[in-house]
């Protein structure tokens, strides 16, 4: 009885850990080019934008549930997490305050950090981080 009950779990068990249909679909997708020529672009003078984080204990209280992120997109591969992302706030701030641009051009970034509680940054950290770039719109 031990070897019928041994065997039917151990069928139980190769059933349970086998699958009957395996799907996988695939897309490869080319990378078009584009050349834009500066009489394509209404370019504008340099715009700026910033935005402040202050974390308690590591912690950005003021955006724990909504994010407000503007990304950069670039060639660089990074694997390490980003931890501070003042940066995209100021970009999301920038993008928000002059909408209806489709490109921001050449952002510059200019950040302070400040450790205000004994120079201790697991305490408090303040960063503050400003943004200038030039907004382009297509004339198409």
């Known amino acids: 009885m031990k070897k019928i009950t041994f065997l039917f779990i151990a069928m139980a068990m190769a059933f349970s850990f086998t699958s ?3 799907t996988h679909s695939t897309l490869l997708s080319s990378t078009p080019t584009v050349e834009l ?3 394509h672009l209404d370019i504008t ?3 700026e934008a910033s935005a402040v ?3 308690i204990f590591g912690v950005d209280w003021e955006r724990l549930t909504a994010k407000r992120l503007g990304f950069m997109r670039g060639n660089v591969i990074s694997s390490i997490p980003r931890i501070d992302r003042t940066e995209e706030y100021a970009i999301y701030s920038l993008l928000k305050q002059n909408e209806g641009y489709d490109m921001v051009m050449y952002p510059k970034f200019d950040k302070v950090v400040r450790k205000p509680v004994l120079g201790l940054g697991g305490i408090c950290t303040i960063t503050e981080v400003k943004v200038t770039a030039r907004m382009a719109k297509l004339k198409f």
């Open 20 to 22: 009957c249909v395996t």
């Open 37 to 39: 020529k500066p009489e």
């Open 45 to 47: 003078q340099p715009k």
């Open 53 to 55: 984080t202050t974390r």
